[in-house]
């Protein structure tokens, strides 16, 4: 299995700055049909996941463009450009290249 | 919109059985394929199994195989979770999901405990 790992484990960040989260895959996400299937959920508290960014950077319907996502092969990452109130909670990465899917362990985004 | 909702959770005795349901909406179902993903309570997401949009290819992860069995009623719009065998470490919200994960539903508690 794929094995995906996420740094850090936890990010306080103030209001209106901006905020980065690491992804790694333990072997290259590119599939065989060219794409690279590396998303990014976010889920508050309580809350079902929800979707943010599909095949590395591109934004999920109705997601501000204050969310980025970049990276390839086996390093990404996921970009805040100012963070608000209502982006509490985890953020996971998750590989959909291979079977079966695999998640990051996630990252805790809170307020300082 | 686009919606899934799960049902039949609740609590179970080890090695008893259940079957989770999850309903879609809005969009056409019998050409998407459906996963399983649960989340342990205070813990992250482990993907769990996938049926094809026709039924036809599944796919679990090895903590369930043998156990649970994914299967769909395209006429009823509906993908299901038969598990069987339930033991402790199945604890868990479970979450149906549209496709590459893009769509998730609110979840259904299962609690396996004596």
């Known amino acids: 299995d794929i094995v995906m790992t996420q740094t850090p484990l936890s990010s306080p960040v103030t209001l209106g700055q901006p905020a980065s989260f690491s992804c790694r895959s333990s072997?290259?996400?590119?599939?065989?049909?060219?794409?690279?299937?590396l998303s990014w959920l976010h889920q508050r508290p309580g809350q079902p996941p929800r979707l943010l960014i599909e095949?590395?950077?591109n934004r999920f319907s109705g997601v501000p463009d204050r969310f980025s996502g970049s990276g390839a092969g086996t390093d990404f990452t996921l970009k805040i450009s100012r963070v608000e109130a209502e982006d509490v909670g985890v953020y996971y990465c998750?590989?959909?290249?291979?079977?079966?899917?695999?998640f990051g362990q996630g990252t805790k985004l809170e307020i300082k | 919109q686009v919606q899934l909702v799960e049902s039949g959770g609740g609590v179970v005795q080890p090695g008893r059985s259940l079957r989770l349901s999850c309903a879609a909406s809005?969009?056409?179902?019998?050409?998407?394929?459906m996963h399983w993903v649960r989340q342990a309570p205070g813990k992250g997401l482990e993907w769990v199994a996938v049926?094809?949009?026709?039924?036809?290819?599944?796919y679990y992860t090895d903590s369930v195989k043998g156990r649970f069995t994914i299967s769909r009623d395209n006429s009823k719009s509906t993908v299901y979770l038969q598990m069987n065998s339930l033991r402790a470490e199945d604890t868990a919200v479970y979450y149906c999901?549209?496709?590459?994960?893009?769509?998730w539903g609110q979840g259904t508690m299962v609690t396996v405990s004596s």
């Open positions: 999901a549209k496709d590459y994960c893009q769509i």
């Open positions: 809005g969009f056409t179902f019998s050409t998407y394929g």
């Open positions: 049926i094809s949009y026709d039924g036809s290819n599944k």
């Open positions: 072997q290259s996400l590119v599939h065989n049909n060219g794409d690279t299937y």
């Open positions: 095949k590395i950077s």
């Open positions: 998750m590989q959909a290249t291979l079977l079966p899917y695999t």
